[in-house]
């Protein structure tokens, strides 16, 4: 693959003690585009997620991330908050991870929490309420708000962030995960449960970001309309290896990934292509 | 997670006279099969050691008579009462008037606590008590910081009380240090415990962070009782100096403030000089929790309490936010114990029971987990309630038991439940306590 990869993954192993759920799996996600990670149930998406974002420690292989500027880091090395505080990868989940009883507004200020622990010298400065403080919490006041209106949620940002119905906290993770000021935001299924009006939003919502914001998104999508409209690259595993990448329509017209997908053998499902066309 | 989850709803609870009376009815033959036996035949032995038995059918009928009669009251009342989680239909002014209430008890409940020493100058009782609810109230909002706002059961929080207590006792009594040089001390040292108790519990989350907390506060205990060099072991340390103003003591010695003021000395002066002492000390704590709940720590402190991976995945470091949260909860313990020292002069291991963590704790929960005014009504109804059911005697425990029971029952969630937010955009509204979670350890 060729271009500016923001996103190296190595020979990335994962083993839960005899299952190999991860196998020596490579790609990569270039700088400013959209790539998306799919697979059937089980295929060890979310634990690649999982080895990128710092929940799980690779057993083996590297994660290089390359910042615009130049610089480069080992992101199996860091682990956990590090790689959101230091390498600037923010990310949702598949299961909505909000904090239910803060506001909209209060998760988009959590966010914000390494800045803003600068900006009040480390609580000192905030606890006498220095005016640069005060100035640096309007400035993330503002960021949020900026935020809650790109996804449409500011007549919301007063209510509970539990109270919210489930396509707008959705889309409020999504905010949240963006207020952390990343480059490169990983979505674990960001379309689940959303209805076609719902997904079509996420998908102008995703292609601002890339747009606007130059934030390279990775995606886990079951969601085909999201992936063939949205994605730049698609890379998809099975079993914990990769078995297929290229563009939306390559990926689409693959024997490999449709047989993945049907449960069924090459021979059956290219019998079944050419059957079907 | 919760996330679609909706207030469960109740199914429509069928009512009318068949059913109570079908009710009222089943009970009374469950009554009528237990008390057939136990009441209704008694045996006893005989003259010749026989066994003699005779019936006691009127107790029996008595009995089921008034099982039969408090289950169709019992029923009626539910049913009067309606569902425990409705909110009832209040009329417009009662609603109104609460709401004044409501906005006005906090301050109304801070300008009555500076009056108390004016009110009740000379029932020393009275002081004595006000003093002693508001170390309790103190010590409830130092643990709501670690309980109500980071999510962490904290069993073992008397320790920090402990070490505050012995940091000012030792410090005073071995150097000589004033009570004013020792307090920020006294702070530092248990913050320093926080800290010290914080690193292993890290991992632990729930019932293991409970246990492993309240292992910590029982480790504190047996080491002042068996280091008998340093702490004079159950003997505890006697001789605490009493805390001046600024240097001025408050005895009736010619150096004394009442003779360099020129009026009469009276032991009251000191009473009074505690009360507002420990009101400054408490008030600090809540404006330092109030102040900090709306800085990043705060937040993140509360975030934790959420969801602690959602944290991670936020870039916020779960290390030291547990332990700045253990270690501001256990410096104003320490400020607290140091505070208690010097108003008793004497102090040994007997006063950091498990039993004051856990008033403590029933302080925090009993008053809402997370509310400032929550907690300090709390202290105010568990140390001046436990104070008002004296005429109770030996039922004092008993009633007071009963009344915590049914004060959880009717409020689950703790006399001020709802959460209020730290930051908002154009309305400041309360969190209902359905969603506020409470934290798993």
């Not at chain 2, 309606?82 to 801070?110: C, E, N, Y």
């Not at chain 2, 480790?219 to 001025?248: A, D, E, K, M």
């Not at chain 2, 291991?349 to 005014?373: D, K």
């Amino acid at each position: 693959m060729s271009g500016d990869p923001i996103l190296t993954v190595d020979r990335l192993m994962m083993r839960f003690g005899g299952i190999v759920a991860v196998n020596a799996l490579s790609f990569a996600a270039e700088r400013r585009k959209i790539t998306a990670l799919i697979g059937p149930n089980g295929a060890g998406k979310t634990t690649v997620f999982n080895c990128i974002t710092g929940f799980y420690r690779p057993s083996g292989g590297a994660i290089r991330l390359a910042h615009d500027d130049g610089r480069t880091m080992q992101l199996e090395r860091l682990g956990d908050f590090r790689i959101t505080k230091q390498a600037k990868v923010a990310r949702t989940f598949q299961n909505i991870r909000l904090f239910p009883g803060m506001t909209a507004l209060e998760n988009l200020m959590v966010a914000q929490h390494n800045a803003l622990m600068r900006a009040s010298g480390l609580t000192l400065l905030g606890l006498l309420g220095l005016p640069s403080w005060r100035e640096a919490e309007q400035r993330a006041i503002e960021l949020a708000r900026t935020w809650l209106d790109r996804v449409g949620l500011l007549s919301r940002a007063d209510d509970a962030a539990g109270n919210l119905a489930y396509g707008d906290q959705r889309r409020l993770e999504i905010a949240r995960a963006m207020c952390t000021e990343p480059v490169l935001l990983c979505l674990d299924e960001p379309a689940a449960g959303l209805n076609a009006r719902e997904s079509g939003g996420l998908n102008e919502l995703l292609l601002s970001i890339r747009n606007e914001q130059g934030t390279s998104i990775l995606l886990i999508e079951h969601d085909m309309s999201v992936v063939m409209e949205i994605s730049d690259h698609v890379v998809v595993m099975d079993y914990g290896v990769k078995i297929a990448e290229g563009s939306p329509q390559a990926v689409r017209d693959d024997p490999k990934v449709i047989a993945a997908y049907l449960g069924a053998d090459e021979e059956e499902a290219i019998a079944v292509m050419e059957s079907g066309t | 997670m919760s996330a679609t989850s909706a207030r469960p709803s109740h199914a429509a609870q069928p009512s009318g006279s068949a059913f109570i009376l079908k009710k009222a009815l089943i009970s009374a033959a469950v009554a009528l099969v237990l008390f057939s036996l136990m009441i209704g035949i008694r045996t006893e032995a005989g003259p010749q050691g026989g066994l003699i038995y005779w019936t006691r059918f009127g107790d029996l009928a008595a009995l089921v008579g008034t099982v039969f009669g408090g289950s169709i009251i019992i029923e009626l009342l539910r049913q009067w009462w309606g569902p425990i989680d409705t909110d009832h239909i209040v009329p417009k002014p009662v609603q109104a008037a609460m709401s004044f209430a409501g906005r006005w008890l906090a301050p109304a409940l801070l300008v009555f606590a500076f009056l108390v020493p004016v009110i009740f100058y000379n029932q020393r009782y009275i002081l004595d008590l006000s003093i002693l609810v508001l170390t309790y109230v103190m010590l409830g909002w130092g643990l709501n910081v670690v309980v109500g706002l980071a999510g962490l059961l904290d069993l073992g929080y008397v320790a920090f009380y402990a070490v505050g207590a012995y940091s000012y006792a030792l410090l005073a009594t071995n150097f000589g240090l004033s009570f004013w040089v020792c307090l920020p001390l006294a702070g530092i040292l248990a913050a320093f415990w926080g800290v010290l108790l914080g690193f292993p519990v890290l991992r632990l989350r729930g019932d293991y962070l409970a246990i492993v907390t309240l292992a910590f506060g029982e480790i504190i205990r047996l080491v002042i009782i068996n280091w008998q060099s340093l702490t004079g072991g159950p003997n505890g340390v006697s001789g605490i100096p009493r805390p001046t103003l600024f240097g001025i003591p408050l005895d009736n010695s010619d150096d004394g403030l009442a003779a360099k003021l020129g009026i009469d000395f009276s032991p009251t002066h000191r009473i009074v000089f505690l009360f507002y002492l420990i009101l400054a000390m408490a008030l600090l704590t809540n404006w330092v929790t109030i102040r900090l709940r709306r800085l990043p720590i705060g937040r993140a402190w509360e975030a934790l309490r959420e969801d602690e991976v959602a944290c991670r995945a936020l870039g916020i470091n779960v290390t030291t936010t547990k332990l700045t949260a253990f270690a501001t909860g256990a410096m104003f313990g320490g400020f607290a114990g140091a505070f208690f020292a010097t108003r008793q002069g004497f102090i040994s291991p007997e006063s950091f029971t498990f039993q004051e963590s856990a008033l403590v704790l029933a302080i925090v929960v009993l008053g809402g987990m997370g509310s400032q005014l929550g907690v300090a009504l709390a202290a105010l109804t568990m140390i001046g309630g436990f104070e008002l059911f004296r005429g109770f005697d030996q039922y004092r425990m008993l009633v007071f038991g009963i009344a915590m029971v049914l004060l959880m029952i009717w409020r689950p969630r703790g006399l001020i439940g709802h959460r209020a937010p730290t930051v908002y955009l154009e309305r400041n509204q309360a969190i209902s306590s359905d969603l506020v979670k409470e934290g798993h350890g």
